[in-house]
């Protein structure tokens, strides 16, 4: 059989990794003086295995609610004779300053640091210990890091007050103290979002060794200092740096670059113009250039051929046929072009292996690779393009377009462009056309990253997206894995009673789905989480409003499926109001038979547990029910849950009807009427998983009308749907309690003979286990 998209399994080593850090005190680690994480001391790590550890742990604060940070984690790593870090990534507000100063003594060859939001210019001290190994530095985004907090300055592993403040209202004063001298081995430096207040030709003078550089949003005044790596640079970004003349012309005396990125966001921003001359410059002069992005500029002269030349041959790669003038000049095709934004990815010919654009799904899901990790600007109108695509055409390369979205929707979770995107984007590309070439891996793995969704914004648009895409999954079976939290998330937004009516329509209907067809145990623990007040609150207000819509229906919908062989959550039904809201219903809204027909279906679940019958044993309830055994609405069903109902209470005997009207005798006559006006043929809109229920009012001469009832319930359910209720009955022993039916002097004709119609139609299906478990 061939594997679907995304089907590959996890590594060993990625599973004991995770499995370590979700159990750190049953495996590396005890718990030390003050309940303090300690690493055990018969604990040694190398390098492969720590940095996999901060790594993945890092990986799993950002992704996954349910994993607890560590506080100390950091402190593990303390002590290189023990534990030894090399290559680390590490990203947004979880880091802190003590953090990096927990791992001061480790022999760093690589950080990466991106949005950390909490440095402050005591990391940039902690940065110094580094400065005799690191190779590669990234400071992205960070650039916090560059202020003093306000305030006396702490000595090193000293506690600070900022897990109470937020960090950006104590960062005042810029840091001139620091610098990279002593960094003698760096070769790769990120600083992009510089504060504008720094100096970056002081800040970069002691890093002569430097072969590439991301200098993304700096101000340059000066270009020329880029010249002092002339003979040496390979690599520079400069993303959204406003282009000059002085600046070009530097650019043209680094010919040693390979990779070169002078991008832009957004064309209306630039007062630079670029032009057929300042491209053919660079692509003569650069001539080792294999990477080349000049995303979102505006061309100031045309330099694309003729629309006949383009229409010539078969979309090529190489630089002779190229439809854009300056990249005939290439000597060979580039790795990678970044054209997004620009006019120039429209046309045929191009001269590269991977470009980035909007002319087509390749270019689309080539920029939102390049840009997610650091151009969330850029990465969400790409997701917006592959939305379109999804929605109104067709993607082909289904699996990378999950995998990419995804890793988008991680990286920025506090992103709401993002987020609202990458939602839109998952619910076309996990619909039913698609369906059938995805994993059950890949489809967990969108699961996750929409929960992460909802559990971060409140917005209307992304808990619609994200409600929306859930909706697409096979419930509860694809979404039991993360069960508890789901029903968490929905039963959330559910809480504002003036929620968005189309969230809390689709929001209702999951919650119904989820409960539906799962054992006894699901069913109580959701009930356990404010279910059932959370389903008659909705009802309340819907009351109140005078509206019987599907908000409504589904509500009591799902309170029908709770309550299935729950007794504790039939009891919250009652101890909530439940009958009042019943009643309420049935007044305002007589001719619902949809919402009669889930009412009753969830009362005849409250009646099945003998402890709480004697609270429906009111004169105003019995009346209800006895007046209801007459409606015609929703076929039988109403009346048959009616019925139901009250051959629940008439099995516990005489002894217990304590009211004089309606009688009792009166009451079980009009049910014999009703059940002799039911059409036994008649299809149903039930399911049952059990006939326990039914199959305890047979044996029993007190209510001969009780066991009537469940005779022909039995009776209808063989002869209309045999195949799959005929195990089921075979299975639970019901053929003996039918035999029990025929003996008792007390049962019936009518019933006797019903009973023997459902032995015969038994008798030709093998006794075989039929899984009810779903």
């Avoid at 190398?46 to 950002?62: F, Q, T």
């Avoid at 909490?118 to 400065?131: G, I, K, N, Q």
């Avoid at 046309?347 to 799904?361: L, Q, R």
């Avoid at 939305?387 to 979205?405: E, N, T």
Wanted: charged fraction near 25%; charge should be negative; hydrophobic fraction near 40%.
């Amino acid at each position: 059989m061939a594997s679907k998209a995304g089907d590959d399994p996890d590594s060993l080593m990625s599973l004991c990794t995770e499995f370590c850090l979700r159990n750190l005190r049953r495996t590396m680690c005890y718990s030390g003086e003050r309940n303090r994480l300690s690493l055990r001391p018969d604990v040694f790590l190398p390098s492969e295995i720590c940095d996999r550890l901060v790594n993945a742990y890092m990986d799993l604060v950002h992704t996954d609610s349910e994993f607890e940070p560590q506080d100390g984690f950091f402190q593990l790593f303390s002590d290189p004779r023990s534990t030894r870090l090399t290559r680390l990534t590490l990203r947004e507000d979880l880091l802190r300053d003590r953090d990096l100063e927990a791992i001061s003594k480790q022999d760093l060859m690589e950080l990466h640091l991106t949005d950390c939001s909490r440095l402050s210019s005591r990391a940039l001290r902690t940065l110094s210990s580094f400065r005799h190994t690191l190779l590669s530095l990234s400071l992205f985004g960070c650039s916090g890091i560059f202020f003093r907090k306000s305030g006396a300055p702490l000595a090193s592993g000293e506690q600070d007050e900022e897990d109470e403040d937020p960090l950006e209202e104590r960062l005042q004063t810029l840091d001139v103290d620091f610098s990279f001298q002593g960094f003698g081995r760096l070769r790769v430096l990120n600083v992009g979002g510089l504060p504008a207040e720094l100096d970056v030709e002081a800040l970069l003078q002691p890093l002569p060794a430097l072969t590439a550089l991301d200098l993304s949003a700096a101000r340059l005044p000066r270009p020329a200092f880029l010249q002092q790596w002339s003979d040496r640079m390979a690599s520079l970004v400069l993303y959204n740096v406003e282009l000059t003349d002085e600046l070009i012309h530097t650019l043209l005396q680094m010919t040693r670059l390979r990779h070169l990125d002078i991008s832009r966001e957004n064309q209306r921003t630039s007062k630079f113009k670029m032009s057929r001359r300042v491209l053919s410059s660079v692509v003569q002069t650069l001539v080792q250039l294999v990477s080349l992005d000049i995303s979102g500029h505006i061309m100031l002269d045309n330099c694309t051929v003729t629309p006949m030349q383009e229409a010539l041959g078969r979309p090529s790669t190489e630089p002779s046929k190229s439809s854009i003038y300056p990249f005939k000049e290439l000597k060979r095709p580039l790795q990678f072009l970044g054209l997004y934004n620009t006019t120039l990815c429209n046309v045929t010919h191009i001269p590269a292996y991977k470009v980035t654009g909007s002319k087509n799904e390749d270019q689309i899901l080539n920029a939102i690779e390049a840009y997610t990790e650091q151009r969330p600007e850029l990465a969400h109108r790409a997701i917006n393009q592959l939305f379109d695509i999804a929605r109104i055409q067709h993607c082909s390369q289904l699996l990378r377009a999950l995998q990419l979205v995804i890793t988008a929707l991680k990286t920025h979770k506090y992103d709401k462009s993002i987020q609202v995107t990458g939602s839109a984007a998952l619910f076309y590309l996990t619909n039913t056309e698609y369906r059938g070439e995805q994993s059950v891996r890949l489809r967990r793995q969108v699961i996750q990253v929409v929960l992460n969704g909802m559990e971060h914004y409140q917005e209307v648009t992304v808990q619609r997206n994200c409600c929306l895409t859930l909706c697409n999954f096979s419930i509860p079976e694809e979404l039991e894995f993360q069960y508890r939290r789901v029903n968490l998330l929905l039963l959330k937004i559910l809480e504002p009673l003036r929620q968005d009516e189309s969230i809390q329509r689709i929001a209702v209907h999951l919650c119904n789905a989820l409960v539906c067809q799962v054992d006894n145990d699901h069913k109580e623990a959701v009930g356990k989480m404010g279910f059932v007040k959370t389903m008659l609150n909705l009802i309340q207000k819907k009351l109140q409003d005078r509206m019987c819509d599907q908000v409504m229906e589904f509500s009591w919908s799902a309170l029908w499926n709770i309550t299935d062989e729950t007794p504790d959550n039939c009891q919250m039904f009652l101890e909530c109001n439940g009958m009042n809201l019943f009643l309420e219903c049935l007044k305002e809204f007589p001719d619902k038979q949809e919402l009669h027909r889930n009412m009753l279906g969830l009362l005849g679940n409250v009646a099945e547990v003998k402890a709480l019958r004697p609270q429906l044993l009111t004169r105003q309830f019995i009346t209800v029910f006895s007046d209801l055994l007459d409606s015609k609405a929703d076929g039988i069903e109403v009346s048959y849950n009616a019925c139901g109902v009250l051959s629940h209470i008439m099995f516990d005997g005489p002894g217990v009807w304590s009211m004089e009207e309606p009688s009792r005798t009166h009451v079980m006559d009009k049910m014999w009427t009703a059940i002799q006006s039911w059409d036994v043929s008649s299809r149903r809109n039930i399911n049952y998983r059990s006939f326990e229920p039914i199959l305890r009012l047979l044996p029993q001469s007190g209510a001969p009308v009780s066991q009537h009832w469940a005779t022909w319930a039995l009776y209808n359910l063989v002869s209309v749907y045999p195949s799959k209720y005929c195990p089921l009955l075979i299975k639970e022993g019901g053929v003996s309690l039918l035999q029990a039916v025929l003996e008792l002097q007390t049962s019936h004709v009518e019933t006797k003979d019903m009973a023997r119609k459902v032995m015969e139609q038994c008798e030709s299906f093998k006794e075989d286990p039929m899984d009810t478990s779903r």
